[in-house]
């Protein structure tokens, strides 16, 4: 006659091992797993951002000229004055718009814009045509 004991036992070592195998092959693992499922997206979503704000500062401009001047150059690249032309501005895109009027009407010279930059003496080339 089987021993109720030793069945007992065996029985109950079968209920223990089963639930130590569902709890950590399952259950933490699904856990502690998911858990830096969550921390890596974190981490990868805080450096996107913290790229993006560093572009944005470094993209805008930070001292932008309040006047633009327009230079004429002729043929041996010496600076010249040609009468009848505007040179100063106070807007990029009108002066840009005026540079290439300038050039469709005085194809033999070349045109800057140009800005006084506060750190330095030297102007500051933003268009060359």
Known sequence: MPNPTKELLVFGIGI???IFISVFGQIIPNAVGGFFREVASALIL???LVFVF???LKARPHNKPKKY???VFDINNQ???LEGIRTEFR???VAWSFMKQY???Y???NFAMVADSKDTDKKTIFRYI
């Open 107 to 109: 194809p033999m010279f």
């Open 69 to 71: 001047n327009v230079i």
């Open 16 to 18: 223990v091992s089963n």
């Open 54 to 56: 560093t572009w944005f």
């Open 79 to 81: 600076q010249i004055q």
């Open 103 to 105: 050039k469709s009407n």
């Open 46 to 48: 805080a450096s996107v």
């Open 91 to 93: 807007n990029h895109d």
